[in-house]
């Protein structure tokens, strides 16, 4: 198995699903916590319309709600953001406290060898991992794939 991660700020619809199928990825895990975006812009990563989407790319479509940090670790990040001045959509790094909190308490209680076998059942090879930022240093994605590389050694790239 060989895992990527891919955000959507700054990709339009074409680029988005352009990076998956020149990718070949051939399976889908939605790790945000709510599955929509707000506007119009980015309405193609909206469940129903990305699971339509992706059905029609022949891409299997999962969603790990387990792997979203709750709405207390985001108002963490929030708040870093607002120290900042930055907005999530320019975010370029997570906030330590975020990162801790995070590892703590998602990470810690997820069972990722169930994870990966539960991918290896469905024939997954060409995983990627979905959440909204553009730079996987921003988002939570990039724990998740620090954790898959350091425990199983799977090749990680970021799309």
């Not at 070949?24 to 399976?27: E, P």
């Not at 990039?142 to 799309?159: Q, R």
């Given at each position: 198995?060989?895992f990527?991660?891919i955000?959507?700020?700054n990709?339009?619809?074409k680029?988005f699903f352009?990076?998956?199928?020149?990718n070949?990825?051939?399976?889908f895990?939605?790790?945000?916590?709510r599955?929509?975006?707000?506007?119009?812009?980015?309405s193609?990563?909206?469940?129903?319309?990305l699971q339509?989407?992706?059905n029609d790319?022949e891409?299997?479509?999962?969603?790990?709600?387990?792997?979203?940090?709750?709405t207390?670790?985001?108002?963490?990040?929030?708040e870093?953001d607002?120290?900042?001045?930055e907005?999530?959509?320019?975010?370029?790094?997570?906030?330590?406290?975020?990162?801790?909190?995070?590892?703590?308490?998602?990470?810690?209680n997820?069972?990722?060898?169930?994870?990966?076998?539960?991918?290896?059942?469905?024939?997954?090879?060409?995983?990627?991992?979905?959440?909204?930022?553009?730079?996987?240093?921003?988002?939570?994605r990039?724990?998740?794939?620090?954790?898959?590389?350091?425990?199983?050694?799977?090749?990680?790239?970021?799309?």
């Open positions: 198995m060989e990527f991660t955000g959507v700020y990709s339009t619809e680029e352009e990076k998956l199928t020149q070949n990825i051939d399976t895990c939605d790790i945000r916590q599955r929509g975006v707000r506007g119009s812009k980015y193609f990563v909206n469940s129903n319309r339509q989407r992706l790319l891409i299997k479509y999962g969603y790990v709600p387990d792997l979203a940090p709750t207390e670790i985001r108002e963490l990040q929030k870093i607002a120290e900042k001045g907005l999530k959509r320019e975010r370029q790094e997570l906030g330590r406290l975020f990162v801790i909190e995070y590892k703590n308490r998602i990470l810690k997820f069972d990722f060898e169930k994870f990966v076998d539960n991918l290896d059942q469905i024939g997954a090879s060409r995983i990627a991992l979905f959440c909204v930022e553009e730079h996987p240093e921003a988002c939570h990039s724990i998740v794939t620090e954790k898959l590389m350091k425990n199983f050694n799977y090749k990680i790239t970021h799309l």
